[in-house]
């Protein structure tokens, strides 16, 4: 708690977090899902209606860094990171994932409350080759950084 | 059905790094069993890692994301032998959960 105060946090913000923490404790993940879920964004079958969905047309900003392997053998599970560099892009609170050619885009969206780093590692399903999208919104803006990866076997199993 | 999680939280200098491994599905709603009838949609929808009681993260997850899905992140502070739980929940209602201690 100490911490989080001396990190400059707006006592909103900070009533925030309690709610939804409180929230939480009570009926974990369903209301949490309530709360913040972008539903349009995941419901969207076009890498555009996801983007629109999440907000403004993203910039290209170097200060994140995205990973990802330049060739996925088994597109079923990619190895993607994001990393933000705070000082090149400081107040980020929100970082989504996207692949393009996926039938819904949007593959997984986190909430980053401040003192958390940026920094998320975790691993996709990729359908075919195509770009990869990771971006970050901060003070309301959306930034962006692509990567392609080449798959040699398809995403969708079966 | 609660899953488990394999959960490790290990400071690194002045922050935390959590990995986990979940087990879990997946399955994206699309896919066919071998008599040619849809498999149903199940997968993690919301994932939340916490430090103590205070959320560190909370990811909003399609069916894109990987079976037995992993995650890593990382937070500023953290002592060794705090706490650092990881909860998930899935479209059919499924909870699961772990924890452990920083080291």
Redesign the interface.
């Known amino acids: 708690?100490t911490?989080?105060h001396a990190?400059g946090i707006s006592r909103r913000g900070w009533l925030r977090?309690t709610v939804?923490?409180s929230a939480?404790?009570a009926l974990?993940?369903?209301v949490?899902?309530a709360v913040?879920?972008?539903e349009a964004a995941?419901g969207a079958t076009a890498l555009d209606d996801a983007l629109a969905a999440l907000g403004d047309t993203p910039q290209v900003h170097e200060g994140i860094q995205f990973t990802t392997p330049d060739i996925a053998e088994n597109g079923?599970?990619?190895?993607i990171?994001v990393e933000v560099d705070s000082q090149a892009l400081p107040n980020v609170s929100k970082v989504s994932v996207l692949?393009e050619m996926?039938?819904?885009p949007?593959?997984?969206?986190?909430?980053?409350?401040p003192?958390?780093?940026v920094?998320?590692?975790?691993?996709?399903?990729v359908a075919q080759t195509c770009t990869l999208y990771a971006v970050a919104e901060a003070d309301g803006q959306l930034y962006m950084q692509s990567r392609e990866t080449k798959v040699t076997l398809g995403?969708?199993?079966? | 059905m609660a899953g488990r999680i394999k959960i490790r939280a290990q400071k690194k200098g002045d922050?935390t790094e959590v990995?986990a491994l979940m087990r879990h599905p997946m399955e994206?709603g699309?896919?066919?069993?071998q008599a040619g009838d849809p498999i149903p949609a199940h997968f993690i929808?919301?994932v939340?890692v916490f430090h103590g009681?205070?959320?560190?993260?909370?990811?909003?997850?399609?069916?894109?994301?990987?079976?037995n899905?992993?995650?890593?992140?990382?937070?500023?502070?953290g002592e060794a032998g705090d706490t650092v739980r990881v909860?998930?929940?899935d479209n059919q209602g499924g909870?699961g959960?772990g924890e452990t201690t920083i080291r």
């Open positions: 708690m911490t989080i990190k977090w939804i923490l939480a404790a974990p993940g369903r949490w899902a913040a879920r972008p995941f079923a599970v990619v190895p990171r692949v996926n039938p819904n949007l593959a997984a969206s986190f909430d980053i409350p003192g958390t780093e920094y998320i590692e975790t691993r996709v399903k995403g969708c199993g079966g | 922050m990995k994206t699309m896919r066919k069993d929808t919301e939340s009681d205070q959320p560190v993260m909370q990811g909003h997850w399609g069916a894109a994301v990987s079976a899905p992993f995650l890593g992140v990382r937070f500023a502070g909860v998930w929940t909870t959960e």
